[in-house]
């Protein structure tokens, strides 16, 4: 056997070999198996694993812009007409969101957490000053004022000369004031606070105590939450699936998302869980991420998504679709909660004012998600906060009054990872690509070789043709010599 031959054998034998095992592991998906495995041990909330210290310090700057409706014709809305809005803003704040008291529970399965929330200006992101900007809006007191009985309250609106609608500044409004109405009703009820503001005693406290599942025992409950303020669900809303506190806080999600399934979120301020649905495929710093974001059904009316009857309260009372309204999760407050602008809401709730103008892109609320580890990539939460404003009786201000849901102000909550983030991300998703699809990378080199081996072949083949010819001229020339001879 000549070296040719030898070459073209091993050739063929080390193609075979390549083409069987590199299909064999795709078919079986070996390689993608144990990526999958490592990532779900991975990623879990305990002391060793590589997002713990994000998820304790996240590194992405979380911002939150608050836009106000000012009202610029007070006199007409009161006299029945249409009020006017002009939103102004954003006044931006940089919020910083520590996980503090942390204590690992059931063998670190659990993990127990608070998340106090510091808020700091940024004036270079903001449109204004907030402690020189002016805004005219619902005076809220006034209407927290008919928590209290009907004859009180009106007998301290008359005296007092309260209007329905307050002048302050932004500052003061968001931060709070001391507000004369409340100052009365504190000489009478001291537990009664005589400040007032939309984010008074906000700044440096939590949303309650979490105890999160650490995804140890079941990589689809990393994150979810188990208890929040001791409780596993709610009590204040008319149905038990209502109640329910589903999912995570919003932070992390579990590895390994795939576009047909919901994900749930637990959002204390909105007193109530959610779920997100997958919109599109986007790209943010050259990573892949999935788009989710609330679909119309979440606050949709019962009459077309019987599933929410239990979000009204009392049971049978309920609002349209778009809104919610939270007054059972705040003290009675005459509170209703939104999109901005009435984003994805009945038409009579954004037709009742001038200037509302909903739109996806500007209103939207959305998570841009990393399948492969469940890491938000981006987020923007946009919520809306509205009164309830109706006619008072013995109160001839309001006599004109409708009940009305009126905006107040919405916040725009935004994270964006960080770019030292973004590079290790994107550096950690290409050797999970190039570990995935090494048995591709086997196939390739087994179709090279064979395509080598081909050549091979085709070029001994030729060879041994030119030979035999060769030979056969050979012989006919000494054939024709003998004749001669």
């Known amino acids: ?12 034998i080390v193609c075979a070999h390549l083409l069987i095992v590199g299909i ?9 198996t144990m990526i999958h495995s490592r990532l779900k041990k991975e990623i879990t909330l305990t002391e060793n694993s590589r997002v713990f210290e994000g998820w304790k310090n996240p590194p992405p700057p979380v911002y939150m812009e608050y836009y106000f409706f000012n009202v610029t014709n007070p006199e007409v809305f009161l006299a029945g007409g249409k009020a006017s809005l002009q939103q102004i803003g954003p006044y931006t704040y940089r919020e910083y969101r520590p996980r503090e008291n942390i204590t690992f529970l059931e063998n670190g399965t659990k993990v127990y957490a608070v998340n106090p929330k510091t808020f ?33 309250g009106v007998y301290y609106m008359n005296s007092l000369g309260v209007e329905v609608f307050m002048t302050r500044t932004v500052h003061e409004v968001l931060w709070g004031f001391k507000d004369p109405i409340l100052t009365k009703v504190h000489s009478m009820k001291p537990d009664v606070d005589e400040y007032f503001g939309l984010m008074w005693k906000k700044n440096g406290t939590h949303e309650g105590e979490f ?6 025992e079941n990589y689809m409950d990393y994150g979810k939450i188990d208890t929040w303020d001791g409780l596993r669900e709610m009590s204040w809303w008319s149905s038990n699936q209502s109640n329910m506190i589903n999912g995570t ?4 999600f579990h590895p390994l998302i795939n ?7 637990f959002a204390a301020d909105l007193c109530r869980s959610i779920h997100l649905a997958y919109v599109k495929d986007v790209e943010v710093k050259g990573i892949q991420a999935y ?9 949709m009316s019962p009459k077309d998504n019987p599933t929410n009857e239990g979000f009204c309260v009392p049971a049978g009372e309920c609002l349209g679709t778009g809104v919610l309204k939270v007054s059972v999760c705040r003290q009675g407050a005459p509170i209703v909660v939104s999109f901005p602008h009435f984003y994805q809401a009945e038409d009579a709730y954004i037709d009742a004012f001038e200037g509302l103008n909903p739109n996806k892109e500007e209103h939207e609320t959305y998570l841009d998600l990393q399948p492969t580890t469940g890491v938000p990539i981006r987020a923007c939460k946009r919520a809306q906060l509205n009164i309830i404003l109706k006619r008072v009786s013995g109160f001839p201000k309001t006599r004109h009054l409708k009940e009305t849901i009126f905006p107040i102000m919405f916040v725009n909550e935004t ?17 999970v690509t190039l570990v995935s699809n090494f048995p591709l990378l086997i196939v390739g080199m087994g179709i090279i070789l064979l395509l080598v081996l081909v050549v091979l072949f085709c070029r001994n083949r030729q060879k041994k043709v030119g030979i035999a010819l060769v030979l056969c001229e050979t012989i006919t020339q000494v054939g024709k010599g003998i004749k001669e001879h």
């Open 24 to 32: 064999a592991l795709v078919v079986a998906q070996v390689f993608q």
């Open 259 to 265: 576009r047909n399934e919901l994900l749930y979120i």
């Open 120 to 152: 700091v200006f940024v004036p270079e992101k903001s449109a204004g000053d907030p402690t020189v900007d002016i805004v005219r809006t619902v005076n809220i007191p006034f209407v927290l004022l008919f928590l209290f009985p009907t004859t009180i």
């Open 415 to 431: 994270a964006t990872i960080d770019d030292d983030s973004a590079n290790q991300m994107r550096t950690m998703l290409l050797i």
């Open 249 to 252: 806080d919003g932070a992390v």
């Open 211 to 216: 105890v999160f599942h650490t995804g140890e």
């Open 291 to 299: 788009r989710f974001a609330p679909p119309s059904d979440v606050l």
């Open 1 to 12: 056997m000549t070296r040719r031959s030898c070459a073209i054998y091993a050739t063929g």
